[in-house]
T-cell receptor
Framework: EPEVTQTPSHQVTQMGQEVILRCVPI?????FYWYRQILGQKVEFLVS????????KSEIFDDQFSVERPDGSNFTLKIRSTKLEDSAMYFC????????????FGPGTRLTVL | SQQGEEDPQALSIQEGENATMNCSYK?????LQWYRQNSGRGLVHLIL?????REKHSGRLRVTLDTSKKSSSLLITASRAADTASYFC??????????FGQGTTLQVKP
């Protein structure tokens, strides 16, 4: 069964450094998402992406964040200058249609900012 | 309460018993999805119920949706120790993003 994959599984970085989290969505999916989950808290929406542009972003997704689909398979989340409070599990998700289908999640990348 | 609030926050039962988790939400939805998360791991999709459906089954899972009360329930029958996890409901409105609740932590004792 096709699945969403994410790399790395765990990333440790120093405050102020740039990180890129990578995702490979399911191949025939058209809509892509990033969510994050701070330890012990609920999953929060960051951004949605369709047709090579951002469809919607949350208040969390400020100028320090960017997303890109550099080729036909990868979907990346970049944090330009990490802060301690960016430490969280970051999940990528994808689905085929706008709002009628299941959203499939990757296993997540645990980001630790020191 | 916030969109997608589950109760109880924690539930502890014996293997073989049924577990019921509830979710309430505030705005109109297209569908509601339930996910499971084992400790520190990814989100596993369990079941999706559309706004025009009232009940759905998948194996030992039964989900109901009451749009008039803006609530849903997830029933796990004949629970197993392997069902120990956190369970989240997530609502899907017009924009496509999912809004998650705080989750219910289920412990099934062998």
């Amino acid at each position: 069964e096709p699945e969403v994959t994410q790399t790395p599984s765990h990333q440790v970085t120093q405050m102020g450094q740039e990180v890129i989290l990578r995702c490979v969505p399911i191949s025939n999916h058209l809509y892509f998402y990033w969510y994050r989950q701070i330890l012990g808290q609920k999953v929060e929406f960051l951004v949605s992406f369709y047709n090579n542009e951002i469809s919607e972003k949350s208040e969390i997704f400020d100028d320090q964040f960017s997303v890109e689909r550099p080729d036909g398979s990868n979907f990346t989340l970049k944090i330009r200058s990490t802060k301690l409070e960016d430490s969280a599990m970051y999940f990528c998700a994808s689905r085929t249609t706008y709002s009628t289908d299941t959203q499939y999640f990757g296993p997540g990348t645990r980001l630790t900012v020191l | 309460s916030q969109q997608g609030e589950e109760d109880p926050q924690a539930l502890s039962i014996q293997e073989g018993e049924n577990a019921t988790m509830n979710c309430s939400y505030k705005t109109s939805i297209n569908n509601l999805q339930w996910y499971r998360q084992n400790s520190g791991r990814g989100l596993v999709h369990l079941i999706l119920i559309r706004s025009n459906e009232r009940e759905k089954h998948s194996g030992r899972l039964r989900v109901t949706l009451d749009t008039s009360k803006k609530s849903s329930s997830l029933l796990i029958t004949a629970s197993r120790a392997a069902d120990t996890a956190s369970y989240f409901c997530a609502t899907d409105a017009d924009t496509g993003k999912l809004i998650f609740g705080q989750g219910t932590t289920l412990q099934v004792k062998p």
